[in-house]
């Protein structure tokens, strides 16, 4: 593992932009960020974790909603500075219950809401 | 467009991460960066420029490898500070010739290289 993690440009903060797409729509569903723990704590347990910079710590997606994401597979980009993971996302990955964070779209000058809320189950 | 760039949450650099995702494959490409002057001149001209923290300038996507850009649709994260393009990509997206710069897998506890760089035309 640690010859996966010294591969890794982390910035002037100790962070690198994380993207998690579904493994199995592809839809692109949040950018977060990991700091190496988050990263470490990513691999060795298989779930994704991120560095929370409002919050300032390390934080297990879905710890509190239940909604996790199992990393299928994690990807590096070729200068080092951003990962992708291919996840299987369990409920909606947004924090608005939308099954992705990019729910907007440019139109017309304004950005238009293009995914509902999920019903809670 | 000024409502369009009000809405973007830049950091303390002045810079917010965008995804380039393929429009009809969904693979995801690459992320680079963007500041106001780059999203604004991808707003008007239709073509990603992004903001290279490398050589301090904004570019436009393929300006000089012809590997450009179109942007399909281009949406924002919940919270503003992340920015998704689905693009129609000319050639490679990654500066290695690859598809998509995200070429490398964590298996085993190594890289391994899955994507190949294209042949030239």
Redesign the interface.
């Known amino acids: ?1 640690k ?2 993690v010294e ?1 890794v440009s982390f910035d002037a903060r100790g962070l690198v ?1 994380a ?1 998690a ?1 579904d493994a199995r729509t ?3 569903l ?2 977060a960020w990991m700091n190496r723990e988050a990263l470490e704590k990513t ?1 060795t347990t298989g779930y994704a974790h991120y560095w929370s910079r409002s919050r300032g710590k390390l934080w297990k997606k879905g710890e509190t909603s239940g909604h996790v994401q199992r990393v299928v ?7 080092g500075d ?1 990962i ?1 993971l291919l996840v299987e996302q369990t409920g909606p990955a ?3 219950n ?1 099954r992705s ?6 139109e017309n ?3 238009r809401v ?1 995914l509902e809320p999920q019903d809670d189950a």
């Open positions: 593992m010859a996966l591969a932009p993207i797409q592809q839809e692109v949040m950018l691999l597979e994690l990807r590096l980009d070729c200068d951003a992708l947004c924090h608005t939308r964070c990019f729910y907007r779209r440019a000058g304004t950005w293009i």
